[in-house]
Structure formats: structure tokens, C-alpha cells
């Protein structure tokens, strides 16, 4: 037993003794999410016919289509100086339809796109986890233990399919202090996104069944040093890959009718124990040469500014990808996110000597009469990346419409439809279109 469950357990001892105390029950909380999600991934050239990707199982045309259920139950606090809780999360996805063709899975991977898969390579017909949080309060400082989904500039949880990524580990959260907020916790496991299983952590270019961390560390905070200023910083640790320290700033500028909305990122990323010498904990990147793989070694700048104004959002950015390496985060190869400018719908943007400029515009047609319809379009080309046949360049277009009932026996019934087109000339790599629907529904219990 680990230690995150050993200390959960007890937790929940404690908790079963005063479950009946006054603010347990009823400032407790639970929903039933529900989402329906189709994904259609088209690699757009020929490099599936080889002979070779033919025996790896990789695939020209990636389809999966299913039906989420997201119950979650968030207890209140009981009374004392010391308050305590439980949450609850119950996840469960049922195929609609994929295929060992169709779902994205190969040889050597987890799963599908969208579904763990069986050993012959097709999708699972149901996949479903539990996971449970002990939780204890003092003040202004909560103590969670169990399952978690952080979100911060070291760690965040992706979203980003039928279900969700969550997390096995403790955190502790603080806002004792006038204008700062505070966070530190340590992660075990994670399990992704197509996957009922715990797994333990790693970066891109591993694998991580062989190649892996059980500790991830992470510490910050933000201070809100005037009511439109934040300044950031936030520390991660992922045992034998990497260390990384954090910098930002966030201002907000009233200007004419609109506020412009200025984020500064960096990112200092280097190698951490087996990383630095053991080539199954290297990293992608490029060391000279041929050598594709090696340590940690990576600075990220970055710099997004939004103007928004009577429903308008326009926007530009520019990202620099400093070092050998490519830029590292928690990543197992199944689903992950990150928190840079340049997270996008299918690719990341952060290879080693890559910089990228971009532009995007949003509207929110509340501004016409049409409340909960909004669409928008990010255009991002990165250019310079490093490798052994010259600088390299690669582009990504991605268009997202929205809408979410406002009112009626419909209301907050959401649907979306998101594309995106990625195009480059990086050895090895495949053009992409990918089309996702969303249809999604959130039901109040508690």
C-alpha cells in the first residue's frame, strides 16, 4: 500500500466517526456529467503503407465514438476547528462505436484514441473507475488526500476526451494570506484519460513501462500584488526526468472600451537524476548530429496578449523553445496537457529550438441576440526547430463553435464542434485533420 492510500484510508476512519455532524451533509454537492464525444483523426499522407507501420498497427484513419457518465459527489466540512470531508468521483464510458481498424491503438500503446484497448487490438465495449478523496480543513488551509485533477503551471489535468485524467496523490491549498494563494503537493500515479488503471509518471520519449517515476513534486503560489497584477511562481519535480521552475505574469489593462489582457511565461526546465545518464530516461529533442534523444534541457519564453471588446477577442503570441531538449511535462503518452500558450488540439509547439507566432479571434454572440453561441479560430506556425537535415516547420489552424442552451427545458445542454488541421515537414511526422463533436450535459443531484 502507498503511501497517498495508506494515509486516505485513514483519513476516511476519521471521517466515518463524524459524518452525521452538522455541515457534512448539507453543504455536500453531487452531479451526473454526461458526454457524448465522436473523434475523427485523417493522417493525411502515405507513411501508413509501409510495411513497417502496417506490422506496428499504425493507422491512416482514427474513429471512436462514445457516451460518457461523470458522477461526482463533494461532501461539506464538519463542524470543529478542524473540519472533515470526502469527495467522490465516479467515471464510466460505454462504446458507441470503434474498431481494432479505426481506434487509434497500435502494438505497442495503451489504447485507442478514446477507449483502453483488448489484446487483439479492439476497443473495449465499458471502461470505469472509482476514485475517492479525504479531505480536512483548517481555516483558510485544506489538506486533500486521494484522487485529485490539479491545474497549475507544473501539473494539469487534460479534459480533452470522453473522460477525464485524474491523479493519485495529496495536495495542500492555502489563502491565508491577504491577495496569495498557495499549493503544494506530491503526485504517486495518474491514470489517463482511455484507461480504468493507475499507472506510474513519465515524459515524452520514453516508455514509460519501462522507464517511469512514482514521485512528482510540486510547490507555488500567486499574488495578486494589485487587483489587475498577478505575479506566479511554481516549482515541479519528476523524480530521475526533470526539474522546473516557473515564472509568470498576468496584467489586466483597461484601454478605451475593452480590457487587453497581457501573460508572461517562463519556463526553466532541466535534467534530474537517471535522466542525466541512463539513455531509457532520455527525452526527445535534438544534442547535434543525429542524436534525436538525451537529458533535460530547455528554457520556454512566452508572451500571449488578448484584447476583448463587445464580444470580440482578438489576440497574438510568440513562444521561444531554447536547449536541446524538447520541452518536458508530465506525459505518458496516452492524452496530457500542459500550461503553455501553445497547447493546441493537436500538437504542443514546444520542440527543442522552436519558435512560434500566433494569432486568434473569438466572438460571443451574446452581443446579437444569440446568448451561449461562440466560436473562434487560433492560427499557429512554429518554424526553426532543430534536426540533423536543417530547420524544420510545422503549422496548426484550429476553429471551435459552440453552443449552450440558455434557457427552456434544454437548458445548459452544450454542444460543440472543434477542427483542426496540423501540416509540417518534420521527418517522420504525419499531417493531421481531426474533427471532434461534443454534446454534453451536466444534472444536479444534491
Known amino acids: 500500500m502507498n503511501k497517498s ?25 453531487a452531479t451526473l456529467g454526461l458526454r457524448n464525444f465522436y473523434i475523427n483523426t485523417d493522417n493525411r499522407d502515405s507513411a501508413a503503407n509501409t510495411p513497417a507501420n502496417k506490422r506496428a498497427g499504425v493507422q491512416s484513419k482514427q474513429e471512436e465514438w462514445g457516451q460518457g457518465f461523470d458522477l461526482r459527489f463533494i461532501s461539506g466540512y464538519t463542524q470543529g476547528t478542524v473540519g472533515f470531508g470526502i469527495d467522490a468521483i465516479g467515471l464510466l464510458g460505454v462504446r458507441l462505436d470503434s474498431g481494432g481498424g479505426t481506434n487509434g491503438a497500435t502494438s505497442s500503446s ?16 465499458n471502461f470505469s473507475s472509482l476514485g475517492l478523496t479525504a479531505k480536512a480543513k483548517i481555516s483558510q488551509t485544506e489538506l486533500k488526500l486521494g484522487t485529485l485533477q490539479p491545474k497549475n503551471p507544473v501539473i494539469v489535468t487534460n479534459d480533452g476526451r470522453l473522460l477525464p485524467q485524474t491523479w493519485q496523490g495529496g495536495q495542500i491549498t492555502s489563502a491565508e494570506i491577504k491577495d496569495l494563494s498557495l499549493v503544494a503537493g506530491q503526485i504517486e500515479e495518474v491514470k489517463g484519460r482511455n484507461s480504468s488503471n493507475n499507472e506510474n509518471l513519465a515524459i515524452g520519449g520514453v516508455n514509460p513501462r519501462i522507464s517511469n517515476s512514482n514521485k512528482f513534486i510540486y510547490a507555488g503560489g500567486d499574488y495578486k500584488i494589485t487587483k489587475d497584477l498577478t505575479a506566479q511562481y511554481y516549482y515541479g519535480n519528476l523524480e530521475d526526468f526533470y526539474k522546473q521552475h516557473f515564472l509568470g505574469l498576468v496584467h489586466n489593462w483597461a484601454i478605451g472600451p475593452g480590457v487587453l489582457k497581457s501573460d508572461l511565461r517562463y519556463f526553466n526546465s532541466r535534467s534530474d537524476g537517471a535522466n542525466g545518464h541512463d539513455s531509457t530516461y532520455f527525452t526527445n529533442g535534438y544534442y547535434g548530429g543525429t542524436v534525436t534523444k538525451g537529458k533535460v534541457d530547455n528554457n520556454l519564453y512566452s508572451g500571449l496578449f488578448l484584447y476583448t471588446v463587445e464580444g470580440h477577442t482578438f489576440g497574438g503570441g510568440y513562444q521561444v523553445s531554447n536547449g536541446d531538449s524538447d520541452f518536458p511535462w508530465l506525459n505518458q503518452g496516452d492524452g496530457s496537457s500542459n500550461y503553455t500558450i501553445t497547447d493546441m488540439q493537436i500538437q504542443k509547439f514546444g520542440r527543442a529550438g522552436e519558435r512560434t507566432w500566433q494569432g486568434r479571434y473569438s466572438y460571443d454572440f451574446a452581443k446579437v441576440g444569440v446568448p451561449g453561441l461562440t466560436a473562434g479560430v487560433v492560427y499557429l506556425r512554429g518554424d526553426n526547430i532543430d534536426n540533423a537535415t536543417g530547420d524544420k516547420t510545422e503549422w496548426e489552424r484550429d476553429l471551435t463553435i459552440g453552443y449552450v442552451v440558455p434557457e427552456g427545458p434544454l437548458k445548459n445542454v452544450g454542444f460543440m464542434w472543434k477542427n483542426a488541421v496540423w501540416r509540417n515537414d518534420i521527418p ?15 444534472i444536479p443531484l444534491l
Do not use: H, W
Not at 463524524?18 to 451533509?25: K, N, T
Open 5 to 29: 492510500t495508506l494515509a486516505l484510508a485513514v483519513a476516511v476512519g476519521v471521517l466515518a466517526q463524524q459524518a452525521g455532524a452538522a455541515g457534512f451533509i448539507e453543504d455536500s454537492k
Open 428 to 442: 517522420g511526422q504525419r499531417d493531421q485533420d481531426e474533427n471532434r463533436l461534443i454534446l454534453s450535459y451536466s
Open 110 to 125: 495503451y489504447g485507442g484514441t478514446v477507449f483502453p484497448s483488448k489484446s487483439n487490438g479492439e476497443a473495449v465495449d
